[in-house]
T-cell receptor
């Protein structure tokens, strides 16, 4: 158990819909990262938040947005869903404010299926 | 964009054989991390290498960071069935002080036949 929690574990929705994925970091970690993992693909970095502020953006679509709240939990919002958005979405946390040099602790992931 | 290439994509070995996965970047990395993801699980941090030419060992696992800090390898001696999973390298590009995100390779999926 990494200490990072993600809800829900599974999500099935239809194209065009909007969903929200939730992540709670490990106690004491101020950084939260979101990744997308498609079948047979690596981990695509989406976005990094540190203590409520966006720190870095990766290959995140305009239809996707995220935020980190004062209690440090984070939400990833996916809208106008397409079939290709079906993937495993991981949240990770670390103590690192820069995203450069500390290990990341991954949550169990949310498996999103768009039908 | 910046990429971290990892080979091979798949590796099937007999239990007891050795296994190596390689990670390459076109640009200098400030550090490199290795993660293992068991089937159905989430990535778990294994190790971080920072110094040029650094070598670290964890029991049967040996990690190396190249002299130019552009490549890395993970070698497992005498594989066991518990080694099954996907091994990812993840590197941070050295922007000279500015921030950068972790770039993951696509991983090497290891299967071990008992």
């Amino acid at each position: 158990d990494s200490g990072v929690t993600q809800t829900p574990k599974h999500l099935i929705t239809a194209t065009g819909q909007r969903v929200t994925l939730r992540c709670s970091p490990r106690s004491g970690d101020l950084s939260v990262y979101w990744y997308q993992q498609s079948l047979d693909q690596g981990l695509q970095f989406l976005i990094h938040y540190y203590n409520g502020e966006e720190r870095a953006k990766g290959n995140i679509l305009e239809r996707f947005s995220a935020q980190q709240f004062p209690d440090l939990h984070s939400e990833l919002n996916l809208s106008s869903l397409e079939l290709g958005d079906s993937a495993l979405y991981f949240c990770a946390s670390s103590v690192d404010p820069t995203g450069r040099g500390y290990e990341q602790y991954f949550g169990p992931g949310t498996r999103l299926t768009v039908t | 964009g910046q990429q971290v290439m990892q080979i091979p994509q798949y590796q099937h070995v007999q239990e007891g054989e050795d296994f190596t996965t390689y990670c390459n970047s076109s640009t200098t990395l400030s550090n490199i991390q290795w993660y293992k993801q068991r089937p159905g699980g989430h990535p778990v941090f294994l190790i971080q290498l920072v110094k040029s030419g650094e070598v670290k060992k964890q029991k049967r696992l040996t990690f190396q960071f190249g002299e130019a800090k552009k490549n890395s390898s993970l070698h497992i001696t005498a594989t066991q069935t518990t080694d099954v999973g996907t091994y990812f390298c993840a590197g941070k590009v050295d922007y000279g002080g500015s921030q950068g995100n972790l770039i993951f390779g696509k991983g090497t999926k290891l299967s071990v036949k008992p």
